[in-house]
């Protein structure tokens, strides 16, 4: 092995999860150079639309967006989490090309609306991905890693014009700096690291998914039967969540929000206008205002912010989130 370092960004298909579960996977290096223990990892999940930059490319109204690519949220992300691995997790299915389908990790129908369990097994998927991530780093040949990298880079969309990505330090990691000492490729592991979870939009299913199955852990299982990552958990963040369906797009009971608090998980929720004032879809905005309370009268260690207040609720200012999340967000 030549090429011993970690990639800067690189995309991994097919990556083997729980059983016979599959997602492909952009893994994006850390930034700030750091000793590996004291890292940590981001795992996002984006929302509808959001796709390889290829497949946005040729979808007529999603080339619109094309800036919101994995790759160019993988970016985005690490320069808002510089020591901590980014994990952009792809759905599974993107149905008609648009509406992502986190069938792994949620029971959903065609368009991706959940189905929510007290266990599907979703975090037990999650922790074989972080696992088999690191595995197929390990493994790739110098050649295989090479192409693999050439490919996320050459997805990568206006990153030297775009305000979302203007620092300095980003254009020096991706043009050079590979050889970054602690950040061999041999030697990467997540095991004992932090877990930040992220969900943007559609994502928010698989954290919510993963709330039910957290408290079925913490009330029905043992201390060995529960996943190792479950006690890694300190972050999560709802992201603008919502879905295609007519309910249960935010968790509002009262007992799985109770598991936040006794974990000791810290959450932070950041919403806007397209979802939360949407009067076609009154019943989010009333649900996401009973998770924000109930989760404070609970004991949860909550973070609340607005954005946009001002501005009509379109599908730009959804996708600025994203953009304000990184820049203003400080946990």
């Given at each position: 092995?030549?090429?011993?370092?970690l990639?800067?960004?690189?995309?991994?298909?097919k990556?083997?999860g729980?059983?016979?579960?599959?997602?492909?996977?952009?893994?994006?290096?850390?930034?700030?150079?750091?000793?590996?223990?004291?890292?940590?990892?981001?795992?996002f999940?984006?929302?509808?639309v959001q796709?390889?930059?290829e497949?946005?490319?040729?979808h007529?109204?999603?080339?619109n967006?094309?800036?919101?690519?994995l790759?160019n949220?993988?970016?985005?992300l690490?320069s808002h989490?510089p020591?901590?691995h980014?994990?952009?997790?792809?759905?599974?299915?993107?149905?008609?090309?648009t509406?992502?389908?986190?069938k792994?990790?949620?029971?959903?129908n065609?368009?991706?609306?959940?189905?929510?369990?007290e266990?599907?097994?979703?975090?037990m998927?999650?922790?074989?991905?972080?696992?088999n991530?690191?595995?197929?780093?390990?493994?790739m040949?110098?050649d295989?890693i090479?192409?693999?990298?050439?490919?996320?880079r050459?997805a990568?969309?206006?990153?030297?014009?775009s305000?979302?990505?203007?620092?300095?330090?980003?254009?020096v990691?991706?043009?050079?700096?590979?050889?970054?000492?602690?950040?061999e490729?041999?030697?990467?592991?997540?095991?004992?690291l932090?877990?930040?979870?992220?969900g943007?939009?559609?994502?928010?299913?698989v954290?919510?998914?993963?709330l039910h199955e957290l408290?079925?852990?913490?009330?029905?299982m043992?201390?060995?039967?529960?996943?190792?990552?479950m006690?890694?958990?300190?972050?999560?963040?709802w992201l603008?969540?919502?879905h295609?369906?007519g309910k249960?797009?935010?968790i509002?009971?009262?007992?799985?929000?109770a598991t936040?608090a006794?974990?000791?998980?810290?959450?932070?929720v950041?919403?806007?206008?397209?979802q939360?004032?949407?009067e076609r879809r009154?019943w989010?905005?009333k649900e996401e205002?009973s998770?924000?309370?109930?989760?404070k009268?609970?004991g949860?260690?909550?973070?609340?912010?607005?954005?946009?207040?001002d501005?009509?609720?379109t599908?730009?200012?959804h996708?600025?989130?994203?953009?304000?999340?990184a820049?203003?967000?400080s946990?």
């Open positions: 092995m030549t090429n011993k370092y990639p800067t960004i690189i995309r991994l298909l990556v083997h729980f059983e016979d579960r599959y997602n492909d996977i952009v893994y994006c290096r850390p930034l700030k150079v750091t000793q590996q223990n004291n890292a940590s990892v981001s795992v999940f984006g929302g509808d796709d390889f930059t497949n946005m490319q040729s007529r109204d999603n080339k967006y094309l800036k919101w690519n790759e949220t993988a970016i985005l690490r989490f020591d901590s980014i994990i952009v997790v792809k759905p599974s299915r993107m149905e008609f090309k509406f992502s389908c986190y792994n990790f949620v029971k959903c065609s368009c991706g609306v959940p189905e929510h369990s266990n599907y097994n979703s975090l998927h999650l922790q074989k991905l972080l696992d991530i690191c595995d197929q780093l390990k493994s040949s110098d295989d090479e192409a693999a990298e050439e490919l996320s050459n990568l969309v206006d990153l030297e014009e305000s979302l990505y203007t620092t300095k330090e980003n254009e990691s991706l043009k050079d700096n590979k050889e970054v000492a602690g950040y490729r041999t030697t990467v592991n997540f095991e004992n932090d877990l930040r979870l992220i943007f939009s559609k994502g928010c299913v954290l919510n998914q993963f408290n079925h852990y913490s009330v029905t043992s201390a060995l039967e529960k996943p190792d990552s006690s890694r958990i300190k972050d999560m963040y603008d969540g919502g295609n369906g249960n797009t935010w509002t009971a009262k007992a799985l929000l936040l006794i974990l000791k998980i810290r959450v932070h950041h919403v806007s206008p397209y939360i004032k949407d009154p989010i905005g205002k998770f924000t309370e109930t989760a009268d609970v949860v260690t909550i973070l609340r912010t607005v954005h946009f207040e501005l009509p609720p599908l730009n200012v996708f600025d989130i994203l953009k304000v999340f820049n203003s967000c946990s």
